[in-house]
Protein backbone atom coordinates (compact mmCIF):
# COMPACT_ATOMS: atom_id res chain seq x y z
CA UNK A 1 0.00 0.00 0.00
CA UNK A 2 1.41 3.62 -0.54
CA UNK A 3 -0.27 5.03 2.85
CA UNK A 4 2.83 5.84 5.34
CA UNK A 5 1.23 4.99 8.96
CA UNK A 6 -2.12 4.06 10.48
CA UNK A 7 -1.76 7.17 11.90
CA UNK A 8 -1.97 8.98 8.89
CA UNK A 9 -5.30 6.61 7.40
CA UNK A 10 -6.87 7.91 10.01
CA UNK A 11 -6.42 11.54 10.31
CA UNK A 12 -8.05 11.89 6.97
CA UNK A 13 -11.49 10.56 6.43
CA UNK A 14 -11.99 7.38 4.89
CA UNK A 15 -14.08 7.04 1.45
CA UNK A 16 -15.66 3.90 0.66
CA UNK A 17 -15.58 3.16 -3.47
CA UNK A 18 -16.15 0.58 -5.50
CA UNK A 19 -16.86 -0.12 -9.38
CA UNK A 20 -20.52 1.31 -10.68
CA UNK A 21 -21.38 -2.79 -11.22
CA UNK A 22 -23.00 -5.79 -9.82
CA UNK A 23 -23.19 -4.67 -5.93
CA UNK A 24 -22.19 -1.61 -5.89
CA UNK A 25 -25.94 0.42 -5.11
CA UNK A 26 -26.13 -1.95 -1.95
CA UNK A 27 -22.56 -0.82 -1.03
CA UNK A 28 -22.54 2.64 -1.54
CA UNK A 29 -25.80 3.40 -0.17
CA UNK A 30 -24.89 0.84 2.84
CA UNK A 31 -21.54 3.23 3.21
CA UNK A 32 -23.40 6.24 3.31
CA UNK A 33 -25.97 5.07 6.19
CA UNK A 34 -22.82 4.20 8.69
CA UNK A 35 -21.55 7.84 7.93
CA UNK A 36 -18.88 7.46 4.91
CA UNK A 37 -18.44 9.95 2.06
CA UNK A 38 -19.18 7.90 -0.97
CA UNK A 39 -17.61 7.36 -4.35
CA UNK A 40 -18.19 5.30 -7.59
CA UNK A 41 -16.27 4.64 -10.22
CA UNK A 42 -18.05 3.92 -13.44
CA UNK A 43 -17.98 4.34 -17.60
CA UNK A 44 -19.21 7.19 -19.82
CA UNK A 45 -22.58 4.71 -20.42
CA UNK A 46 -23.55 4.60 -16.80
CA UNK A 47 -22.23 7.35 -15.68
CA UNK A 48 -25.71 9.24 -15.68
CA UNK A 49 -27.29 6.72 -13.92
CA UNK A 50 -24.96 6.30 -10.73
CA UNK A 51 -25.44 10.24 -10.50
CA UNK A 52 -29.46 9.89 -10.58
CA UNK A 53 -28.39 8.42 -6.65
CA UNK A 54 -28.40 10.95 -4.13
CA UNK A 55 -26.45 8.59 -1.56
CA UNK A 56 -23.27 9.06 -4.57
CA UNK A 57 -21.40 11.82 -3.58
CA UNK A 58 -18.85 11.80 -6.26
CA UNK A 59 -18.29 9.84 -9.54
CA UNK A 60 -14.82 8.93 -11.32
CA UNK A 61 -15.59 8.18 -14.92
CA UNK A 62 -13.13 6.42 -16.69
CA UNK A 63 -13.06 5.16 -20.31
CA UNK A 64 -13.25 1.58 -19.29
CA UNK A 65 -12.97 -0.66 -16.33
CA UNK A 66 -9.56 -1.97 -17.72
CA UNK A 67 -8.31 1.60 -17.21
CA UNK A 68 -8.38 1.51 -13.84
CA UNK A 69 -4.30 1.45 -12.93
CA UNK A 70 -4.55 5.22 -14.42
CA UNK A 71 -6.71 6.51 -11.22
CA UNK A 72 -5.49 4.52 -8.43
CA UNK A 73 -2.83 6.99 -7.24
CA UNK A 74 -6.03 9.68 -7.19
CA UNK A 75 -7.73 6.92 -4.92
CA UNK A 76 -4.91 6.24 -2.70
CA UNK A 77 -4.69 10.40 -2.04
CA UNK A 78 -8.67 10.61 -1.66
CA UNK A 79 -7.75 7.95 1.37
CA UNK A 80 -10.49 5.66 -0.90
CA UNK A 81 -11.35 2.02 1.06
CA UNK A 82 -12.33 0.15 -2.20
CA UNK A 83 -14.81 -2.95 -1.71
CA UNK A 84 -14.55 -5.58 -4.34
CA UNK A 85 -17.47 -7.47 -5.81
CA UNK A 86 -18.22 -9.88 -8.66
CA UNK A 87 -17.22 -7.66 -11.44
CA UNK A 88 -13.94 -6.72 -10.17
CA UNK A 89 -12.01 -9.89 -11.52
CA UNK A 90 -14.44 -10.27 -14.84
CA UNK A 91 -13.83 -6.21 -15.45
CA UNK A 92 -10.11 -5.71 -14.35
CA UNK A 93 -8.35 -9.51 -14.57
CA UNK A 94 -6.99 -11.47 -11.85
CA UNK A 95 -3.27 -9.76 -12.12
CA UNK A 96 -4.97 -6.35 -11.37
CA UNK A 97 -6.75 -7.07 -8.51
CA UNK A 98 -3.76 -8.50 -6.58
CA UNK A 99 -1.70 -5.62 -7.30
CA UNK A 100 -3.85 -2.81 -6.25
CA UNK A 101 -2.02 -0.48 -3.79
CA UNK A 102 -5.01 1.29 -2.64
CA UNK A 103 -6.81 0.33 0.24
CA UNK A 104 -8.63 -2.99 -0.79
CA UNK A 105 -11.46 -4.54 1.92
CA UNK A 106 -10.38 -8.23 2.33
CA UNK A 107 -7.51 -10.53 1.90
CA UNK A 108 -6.12 -10.91 -1.50
CA UNK A 109 -4.71 -14.42 -0.82
CA UNK A 110 -7.94 -15.81 -1.05
CA UNK A 111 -8.20 -14.69 -4.52
CA UNK A 112 -5.94 -18.10 -5.40
CA UNK A 113 -7.88 -20.05 -4.04
CA UNK A 114 -11.71 -18.72 -5.32
CA UNK A 115 -10.45 -18.41 -8.94
CA UNK A 116 -8.90 -22.00 -9.36
CA UNK A 117 -11.67 -24.56 -8.96
CA UNK A 118 -9.06 -27.30 -7.65
CA UNK A 119 -8.04 -24.92 -4.87
CA UNK A 120 -11.80 -24.36 -4.10
CA UNK A 121 -12.56 -28.04 -3.97
CA UNK A 122 -9.54 -29.08 -1.66
CA UNK A 123 -10.98 -25.86 0.72
CA UNK A 124 -14.22 -27.64 1.02
CA UNK A 125 -13.09 -30.88 1.29
CA UNK A 126 -11.02 -29.69 4.26
CA UNK A 127 -13.57 -28.27 5.55
CA UNK A 128 -15.69 -31.44 5.60
CA UNK A 129 -18.41 -30.47 3.35
CA UNK A 130 -20.43 -32.37 0.66
CA UNK A 131 -19.20 -31.60 -2.74
CA UNK A 132 -20.44 -33.00 -6.26
CA UNK A 133 -18.28 -35.61 -7.66
CA UNK A 134 -15.96 -34.45 -9.97
CA UNK A 135 -14.66 -36.49 -13.15
CA UNK A 136 -10.69 -36.83 -14.90
CA UNK A 137 -11.67 -39.38 -16.88
CA UNK A 138 -13.99 -38.71 -19.97
CA UNK A 139 -15.13 -42.59 -19.63
CA UNK A 140 -16.24 -42.25 -16.38
CA UNK A 141 -19.20 -39.75 -17.12
CA UNK A 142 -22.20 -41.95 -16.90
CA UNK A 143 -24.44 -39.39 -16.01
CA UNK A 144 -25.11 -35.74 -16.47
CA UNK A 145 -22.31 -33.58 -15.57
CA UNK A 146 -21.58 -29.56 -15.77
CA UNK A 147 -18.69 -28.25 -17.39
CA UNK A 148 -17.56 -25.03 -15.78
CA UNK A 149 -14.77 -22.66 -16.91
CA UNK A 150 -12.68 -21.41 -14.13
CA UNK A 151 -13.30 -17.94 -12.75
CA UNK A 152 -16.58 -15.80 -11.55
CA UNK A 153 -18.92 -15.01 -14.46
CA UNK A 154 -22.21 -14.63 -13.71
CA UNK A 155 -23.44 -18.05 -15.00
CA UNK A 156 -21.07 -17.82 -18.54
CA UNK A 157 -18.60 -20.49 -19.23
CA UNK A 158 -21.13 -23.71 -18.39
CA UNK A 159 -22.30 -26.20 -19.96
CA UNK A 160 -24.86 -29.25 -19.38
CA UNK A 161 -23.80 -32.87 -20.56
CA UNK A 162 -26.12 -35.74 -20.90
CA UNK A 163 -23.02 -38.32 -20.50
CA UNK A 164 -19.56 -38.58 -22.42
CA UNK A 165 -20.78 -38.88 -25.47
CA UNK A 166 -22.89 -35.45 -25.31
CA UNK A 167 -19.51 -33.63 -23.30
CA UNK A 168 -17.27 -35.13 -26.19
CA UNK A 169 -19.70 -33.26 -28.84
CA UNK A 170 -20.08 -29.91 -26.90
CA UNK A 171 -16.19 -29.34 -25.36
CA UNK A 172 -14.99 -28.14 -28.57
CA UNK A 173 -17.27 -24.59 -27.61
CA UNK A 174 -15.99 -24.26 -24.57
CA UNK A 175 -12.74 -21.87 -25.58
CA UNK A 176 -10.70 -22.48 -22.18
CA UNK A 177 -8.05 -25.28 -21.48
CA UNK A 178 -9.14 -24.40 -17.97
CA UNK A 179 -12.32 -26.30 -16.32
CA UNK A 180 -13.64 -29.11 -14.33
CA UNK A 181 -16.26 -32.09 -14.87
CA UNK A 182 -18.78 -31.57 -12.16
CA UNK A 183 -21.60 -33.74 -11.31
CA UNK A 184 -25.10 -32.41 -12.35
CA UNK A 185 -26.78 -32.73 -8.85
CA UNK A 186 -31.08 -32.29 -9.19
CA UNK A 187 -32.02 -29.99 -6.48
CA UNK A 188 -33.26 -27.10 -5.06
CA UNK A 189 -30.60 -24.07 -5.52
CA UNK A 190 -29.91 -22.01 -2.87
CA UNK A 191 -27.54 -19.09 -2.28
CA UNK A 192 -26.52 -18.77 1.24
CA UNK A 193 -24.69 -15.63 2.43
CA UNK A 194 -22.66 -14.95 5.29
CA UNK A 195 -20.73 -12.45 6.66
CA UNK A 196 -17.66 -13.02 9.34
CA UNK A 197 -16.15 -10.36 11.44
CA UNK A 198 -12.54 -11.27 12.40
CA UNK A 199 -13.10 -7.75 14.38
CA UNK A 200 -15.54 -9.56 16.78
CA UNK A 201 -14.77 -13.38 16.19
CA UNK A 202 -18.24 -13.36 14.64
CA UNK A 203 -20.27 -15.79 12.04
CA UNK A 204 -23.63 -13.99 10.65
CA UNK A 205 -26.29 -15.80 7.87
CA UNK A 206 -27.28 -12.44 6.27
CA UNK A 207 -29.43 -13.79 3.58
CA UNK A 208 -30.45 -16.15 1.29
CA UNK A 209 -31.47 -16.61 -2.54
CA UNK A 210 -32.27 -18.71 -5.71
CA UNK A 211 -30.77 -17.06 -9.37
CA UNK A 212 -32.55 -16.57 -12.04
CA UNK A 213 -31.19 -18.18 -15.17
CA UNK A 214 -31.71 -18.14 -18.89
CA UNK A 215 -32.54 -19.95 -20.45
CA UNK A 216 -32.68 -22.96 -17.47
CA UNK A 217 -34.90 -21.38 -15.65
CA UNK A 218 -37.76 -20.59 -18.56
CA UNK A 219 -36.88 -24.24 -19.90
CA UNK A 220 -38.83 -26.38 -17.15
CA UNK A 221 -41.99 -23.99 -18.30
CA UNK A 222 -42.05 -26.23 -21.20
CA UNK A 223 -43.17 -30.02 -20.61
CA UNK A 224 -41.35 -32.57 -21.84
CA UNK A 225 -42.55 -33.05 -24.80
CA UNK A 226 -42.77 -29.99 -26.24
CA UNK A 227 -38.95 -29.89 -25.87
CA UNK A 228 -38.14 -32.31 -28.08
CA UNK A 229 -36.96 -31.27 -31.26
CA UNK A 230 -36.19 -28.06 -29.91
CA UNK A 231 -32.37 -28.49 -30.14
CA UNK A 232 -32.20 -25.76 -27.21
CA UNK A 233 -29.17 -25.88 -25.30
CA UNK A 234 -29.51 -24.42 -21.38
CA UNK A 235 -27.78 -21.25 -20.65
CA UNK A 236 -27.42 -20.88 -16.74
CA UNK A 237 -26.38 -16.79 -17.52
CA UNK A 238 -27.74 -14.64 -14.45
CA UNK A 239 -30.23 -12.20 -15.31
CA UNK A 240 -31.41 -11.94 -12.02
CA UNK A 241 -32.89 -13.34 -8.14
CA UNK A 242 -35.42 -14.68 -5.93
CA UNK A 243 -35.34 -14.53 -1.98
CA UNK A 244 -35.49 -17.59 -0.27
CA UNK A 245 -35.82 -18.82 3.16
CA UNK A 246 -34.53 -22.11 4.63
CA UNK A 247 -36.94 -24.31 6.82
CA UNK A 248 -35.73 -24.08 10.44
CA UNK A 249 -34.56 -27.49 10.86
CA UNK A 250 -31.92 -26.93 8.36
CA UNK A 251 -30.95 -23.95 9.25
CA UNK A 252 -28.18 -25.03 12.30
CA UNK A 253 -26.00 -26.93 9.30
CA UNK A 254 -25.88 -24.13 6.93
CA UNK A 255 -24.20 -22.04 9.88
CA UNK A 256 -22.07 -24.84 10.40
CA UNK A 257 -20.83 -25.01 6.83
CA UNK A 258 -19.93 -21.48 6.90
CA UNK A 259 -18.45 -21.66 9.86
CA UNK A 260 -15.55 -25.02 9.14
CA UNK A 261 -15.31 -23.01 5.39
CA UNK A 262 -13.94 -19.87 7.45
CA UNK A 263 -11.87 -22.17 9.88
CA UNK A 264 -10.43 -24.02 7.41
CA UNK A 265 -9.25 -20.44 5.51
CA UNK A 266 -7.24 -19.47 8.23
CA UNK A 267 -5.28 -23.08 7.71
CA UNK A 268 -5.21 -23.49 4.52
CA UNK A 269 -5.08 -19.69 3.41
CA UNK A 270 -2.91 -17.85 5.92
CA UNK A 271 -3.56 -16.73 10.02
CA UNK A 272 -6.53 -13.97 8.68
CA UNK A 273 -8.01 -16.77 6.23
CA UNK A 274 -12.05 -15.95 4.28
CA UNK A 275 -13.80 -12.70 6.27
CA UNK A 276 -16.11 -10.65 5.32
CA UNK A 277 -19.38 -11.47 3.05
CA UNK A 278 -18.86 -14.73 1.11
CA UNK A 279 -21.66 -17.51 -0.03
CA UNK A 280 -21.64 -21.12 -0.63
CA UNK A 281 -23.44 -21.77 -3.62
CA UNK A 282 -25.32 -25.03 -2.80
CA UNK A 283 -27.86 -27.27 -4.15
CA UNK A 284 -30.28 -29.33 -1.75
CA UNK A 285 -31.16 -33.01 -2.95
CA UNK A 286 -34.47 -34.58 -2.10
CA UNK A 287 -32.69 -35.87 0.90
CA UNK A 288 -32.28 -32.77 2.32
CA UNK A 289 -28.46 -33.17 1.59
CA UNK A 290 -26.69 -30.11 1.04
CA UNK A 291 -23.97 -30.43 -1.91
CA UNK A 292 -21.56 -27.23 -1.76
CA UNK A 293 -21.26 -26.59 -5.66
CA UNK A 294 -19.37 -23.28 -5.54
CA UNK A 295 -18.24 -20.71 -3.34
CA UNK A 296 -18.07 -17.19 -3.77
CA UNK A 297 -15.47 -15.26 -1.68
CA UNK A 298 -16.71 -11.77 -1.78
CA UNK A 299 -20.19 -9.88 -1.35
CA UNK A 300 -22.50 -12.00 -4.20
CA UNK A 301 -24.96 -10.21 -6.53
CA UNK A 302 -28.03 -12.09 -4.42
CA UNK A 303 -27.54 -9.56 -1.52
CA UNK A 304 -29.15 -6.57 -4.15
CA UNK A 305 -32.45 -8.50 -3.12
CA UNK A 306 -31.73 -7.35 0.65
CA UNK A 307 -31.27 -3.68 0.71
CA UNK A 308 -33.46 -2.96 3.66
CA UNK A 309 -32.59 -6.40 5.58
CA UNK A 310 -33.79 -9.92 5.19
CA UNK A 311 -35.53 -12.68 7.47
CA UNK A 312 -32.17 -13.54 8.67
CA UNK A 313 -30.28 -9.78 9.20
CA UNK A 314 -33.16 -8.69 11.42
CA UNK A 315 -32.52 -11.45 13.55
CA UNK A 316 -29.18 -10.56 14.28
CA UNK A 317 -29.79 -6.41 13.74
CA UNK A 318 -32.82 -4.41 14.96
CA UNK A 319 -32.35 -2.13 12.23
CA UNK A 320 -31.91 -2.57 8.54
CA UNK A 321 -29.27 -4.23 7.38
CA UNK A 322 -27.95 -5.13 4.28
CA UNK A 323 -24.42 -7.10 3.43
CA UNK A 324 -23.19 -3.41 2.14
CA UNK A 325 -24.45 -1.57 5.00
CA UNK A 326 -22.64 -4.37 7.40
CA UNK A 327 -19.28 -3.70 5.60
CA UNK A 328 -19.27 -0.41 6.44
CA UNK A 329 -20.16 -1.24 9.68
CA UNK A 330 -16.90 -3.15 10.33
CA UNK A 331 -15.19 -0.61 8.49
CA UNK A 332 -16.45 1.89 11.05
CA UNK A 333 -15.53 -0.38 13.84
CA UNK A 334 -12.00 -0.78 12.72
CA UNK A 335 -11.20 2.54 12.56
CA UNK A 336 -12.66 2.94 15.99
CA UNK A 337 -10.35 0.52 17.41
CA UNK A 338 -7.35 1.16 15.46
CA UNK A 339 -7.66 -1.97 13.63
CA UNK A 340 -7.78 -1.38 9.58
CA UNK A 341 -4.96 -4.13 8.62
CA UNK A 342 -6.53 -6.63 10.37
CA UNK A 343 -9.31 -5.89 7.49
CA UNK A 344 -7.49 -4.51 4.72
CA UNK A 345 -5.11 -5.65 2.53
Not at 68 to 77: H, N, V, Y
Not at 80 to 86: D, E, Q, T
Not at 159 to 181: E, L, S, V
Not at 311 to 324: I, N
Request: aromatic share 12%; glycine share 6%.
Amino acid sequence: MLYNTLSDMNTKKSIIATLGSHSALQILKGAKDEGFETLVITTPDREKFYKSFPFIDEHMTIPNFSDFPSIEKKLIFKNVILIPHGSFVAYLGFEINKNMQVMYYGNKHVLDWEEDRQKQREWLEDANINVPNQFKNIDEISYPVIVKSYGAAGGKGYFYARDKDDYKKKINQMGTKQFIIQEYVIGVPLYIHYFYSPLEDKLEIMSMDKRYETNVDSLGRIPLSGQEGLSIEPSYVVVGNSPLVLREAMLAQAFEMGRRTVESSKKLIDKRGLFGPFCLETVISPEQEFFVIEISCRIVAGTNLFTHGSAYSWLYYDEPMSTGRRIAREIKQAIEQNSLPLILD
